[in-house]
């Protein structure tokens, strides 16, 4: 119960990061670049107050543990003042109370200093909870920085699109839009993927990955990596097909697809949530507990075996059946778009595209 509290908690933090981070973003473009975007005060102080509380789940987790032998003002000032991970919520919780202050007070939308502070303060706590990352722990400032980067990328990326998919109340404009959002996205993608990479690299080799998927780090970032196949359907219909259907002044409303867009990101949150609750897979260590996965016989378990397993990708006519499988469902997630069906047709599509990816995988493993 409490893994999938943290998970939840942890897609919605990212979320309340990408809400605020689009909102100050677009009151620096000007009016005529960008579809009528209305966010309230109300909706950045829920989004402020969602990241103070979301951004305690991982100290709670701690507390937890030692609630069981110390008292709760015990465990409290304990964790908070002596645990890296209560430093740094304190640290994000006194830039949070400012930032709240800032957006009561001084909600400004004209002057381009408004928004330029907020995207400070929202840095500065981004900063804060990279400190606590085991990137950071492992691999000191070279860690820290690439755990910054990719974050505070990730909530630039997602936060203009989840403004466009969820608090644009027309379509106005929409060209304009996509005339400088493409190049961002584009610069945005390339970076995560760079730094994500990196990240990787700092848990695991390349050529260790499919030995991850044994643990449960493994199969969380497996699914994490299967989400962008979709995530990559929606960009090219949001972005090359729709630019082409909005040229020829083809009626059509842009925001459902953007949504669609924008809740694969909510899942990709939730499996990166779910990552961080888990220990990486530094070495291939023996586990005695199966995850879900792996009860559902999805992914081999080492439970009954006193030596790690090895595992390797063989080609078989089940792993391709369901690989060809898809990609058919890709191909008509991206047609359906092009037919005029309704969205959530595609989004059908694009599950099922993401449960034969990972049977693909499943049934191409052999573990020994």
Not at 208 to 217: A, F, K, L, V
Not at 337 to 364: D, G, Q, R, T, W
Request: hydrophobic residues 55%; proline residues 4%.
């Amino acid at each position: 119960m409490m893994m999938l509290l943290s998970t939840i908690s942890e897609a919605f933090l990212y979320a309340c990061f990408a809400l605020l981070m689009g909102s100050f973003i677009f009151s620096l473009i000007p009016e005529d670049l960008k579809p009528t975007i209305v966010v309230s005060k109300k909706a950045k102080l829920i989004a402020v107050a969602g990241i103070a509380v979301f951004s305690f789940m991982p100290v709670f987790n701690i507390m937890i543990y030692l609630l069981e032998e110390y008292s709760f003002l015990y465990v409290l000032e304990s964790v908070l003042l002596t645990f890296e991970i209560g430093k740094a919520w304190i640290v994000s919780i006194v830039i949070t109370i400012f930032l709240a202050v800032f957006i009561c007070l001084f909600d400004d939308r004209n002057s381009p200093a408004y928004p330029i502070l907020g995207i400070g303060l929202l840095l500065a706590m981004v900063a804060a909870m990279s400190w606590t990352t085991h990137s950071h722990a492992v691999y000191g400032i070279q860690g820290y920085i690439t755990h910054f980067i990719h974050f505070g990328t990730v909530i630039v990326w997602i936060g203009v699109l989840t403004m466009v998919a969820w608090f644009s109340i027309n379509k106005e404009n929409w060209m304009a839009f996509l005339s400088w959002f493409h190049t961002m996205a584009v610069f945005c993608f390339a970076i995560i993927f760079v730094t994500g990479l990196t990240l990787m690299s700092y848990s695991m080799t390349i050529t260790e990955y499919p030995n991850s998927w044994i643990q449960p780090y493994g199969q969380s970032l497996l699914i994490k990596h299967l989400l962008i196949l979709p995530l990559i359907g929606y960009a090219f219909i949001n972005g090359f097909l729709m630019k082409r259907k909005l040229r020829v002044k083809e009626n059509i409303d842009p925001r459902p697809w953007t949504r669609l867009e924008s809740v694969i990101v909510l899942f990709i949150f939730a499996a990166t949530g779910a990552m961080s609750q888990q220990e990486p897979p530094h070495n291939n260590v023996l586990l005695r507990n199966e995850t879900l996965l792996q009860a559902f016989g999805i992914f081999p378990s080492s439970e009954g075996s006193l030596v790690p397993l090895t595992v390797e990708l063989v080609a078989n006519y089940k792993g391709i059946s369901f690989g060809i499988l898809a990609m058919a469902f890709l191909a008509i997630s991206i047609y359906s778009f092009i037919k005029k069906m309704p969205p959530i047709f595609s989004f059908i599509m694009s599950i099922l595209l993401v449960l034969c990816a990972l049977f693909a995988i499943s049934f191409s493993v052999i573990a020994y």
